[in-house]
């Protein structure tokens, strides 16, 4: 099979490489990558069989000739960090709008099968004591810049597949956590200020809650999907796992050896959604999809120790990320 995955210098689609790579040999990856400061060669490492184009999904003079030699296209390129899409929305929309756009246009000219890959914000947030949990029949209500434009990528997917028969699924999930996650998001964040002798920074009162999974978890699904799922259908992908942000960053304290009580409260991120809570039984029933990673304090651990033995990769990304929190008061 001959693959081609955008987004493939991030977090989850470089793991997404990696597994690929171990757990299907034989088939042929090419990487789509602008190489933002979100990218990173170094996560690809020197994978054999895996081919990198530095490029932009959204110019259709790279996209074309790659769609068109390629049987499957997983598109997770994205901007994905909403607090920079409230300091500058204007590389969102060019990513997750245009960037969608061309890819689909691409796989519509060859007829590629096309797997989108998308987040549970699309939904918007539930309250703390709401029994509810996002399914496939939730509406859209995105809340920031970035949710807003994956969730009009979402929608250019579905009209795709409805006016010009694409066949194309959609999965979308919930936080993912685990080795090659950029610094300036939440957990690796902690992490690697610990590391740095630096206390950890949890916004307003830390009473949101996010539902996390391990991102091999993620992965595997997708591949479930690809494999099994019915062309035109979307699936929530999500491991029950809701923890507050508190609960997290005393977690992380924990299991570093430090106070649980060692960390500081910052200025709240604007439109700060509250809750999210994924209900993944169409992906489980349907397709038969288990996570592997029941245990979030082993999972958090095996993440732990990949930051302590991988700063050479993190390091360079460190000192801009946190002048930009800072500039922000966080
Ligand atoms: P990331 O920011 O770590 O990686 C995004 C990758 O896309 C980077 O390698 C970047 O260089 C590349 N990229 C950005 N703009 C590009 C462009 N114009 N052309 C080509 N490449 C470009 O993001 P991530 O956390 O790995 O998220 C990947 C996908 O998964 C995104 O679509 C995101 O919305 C979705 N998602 C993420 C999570 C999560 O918890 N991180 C959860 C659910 C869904
Ligand atoms: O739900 C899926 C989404 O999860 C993905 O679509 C996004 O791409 C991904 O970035 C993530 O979005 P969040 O905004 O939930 O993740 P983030 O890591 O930025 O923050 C997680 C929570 O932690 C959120 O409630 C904000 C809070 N936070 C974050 C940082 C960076 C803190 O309390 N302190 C921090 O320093």
């Known amino acids: 099979m001959r693959l081609l995955v955008t987004g493939g210098a991030g977090f989850i689609g470089a793991n997404f490489v990696h597994q690929t790579v171990e757990e299907r040999p034989g088939t042929d990856v090419t990487v789509l990558d602008k190489l933002t400061y979100a990218g990173s060669a170094g996560s690809l490492g020197d994978i054999p069989n895996v081919r990198l184009i530095e490029g932009?999904?959204?110019?259709?003079?790279?996209?074309?000739?790659?769609?068109?030699?390629?049987?499957?296209?997983?598109?997770?390129?994205?901007?994905?960090?909403?607090?920079?899409?409230?300091?500058?929305?204007?590389?969102?929309?060019?990513?997750?709008?245009?960037?969608?756009?061309?890819?689909?246009?691409?796989?519509?000219?060859?007829?590629?099968?096309?797997?989108?890959?998308?987040?549970?914000?699309?939904?918007?947030?539930?309250?703390?004591?709401?029994?509810?949990?996002?399914?496939e029949r939730t509406p859209y209500n995105p809340s920031s810049p970035y949710s807003s434009t994956k969730a009009g990528s979402d929608l250019l997917v579905r009209a795709w597949v409805r006016s010009f028969g694409l066949a194309a699924t959609i999965s979308n999930c919930s936080n993912n956590y685990g080795p090659f996650q950029h610094v300036e998001k939440f957990i690796p964040r902690q992490i690697t200020n610990l590391l740095d002798g630096v206390r950890p920074r949890l916004y307003g009162a830390g009473r949101n809650v996010r539902d996390w999974i391990h991102v091999r978890d993620h992965n595997r699904a997708v591949w479930t999907i690809i494999d099994k799922g019915r062309i035109g259908e979307t699936y929530l992908i999500g491991a029950d796992g809701e923890k507050s942000n508190r609960e997290v960053v005393e977690l992380i304290l924990e299991l570093m050896g430090c106070d649980r009580h060692d960390y500081d409260n910052v200025a709240d991120r604007a439109g700060h959604d509250l809750r999210y809570a994924i209900d993944s039984t169409r992906l489980r029933t349907e397709l038969g999809w288990e996570p592997t990673f029941a245990d979030f304090e082993a999972g958090l651990a095996d993440t732990i120790a990949w930051y302590r033995d991988h700063e050479e990769w993190w390091r360079p990304q460190k000192a801009a990320a946190e002048a930009k929190y800072a500039a922000a008061g966080q």
């Open 56 to 135: 932009d999904v959204a110019d259709p003079d790279v996209v074309d000739p790659l769609v068109a030699e390629a049987d499957v296209v997983v598109h997770f390129a994205a901007e994905s960090h909403n607090d920079n899409s409230l300091l500058d929305p204007s590389p969102f929309v060019h990513t997750n709008l245009i960037g969608t756009f061309t890819l689909l246009e691409a796989v519509r000219r060859h007829g590629t099968r096309l797997h989108h890959i998308s987040t549970d914000e699309v939904y918007g947030d539930l309250e703390l004591d709401d029994p509810a949990r996002f399914t």
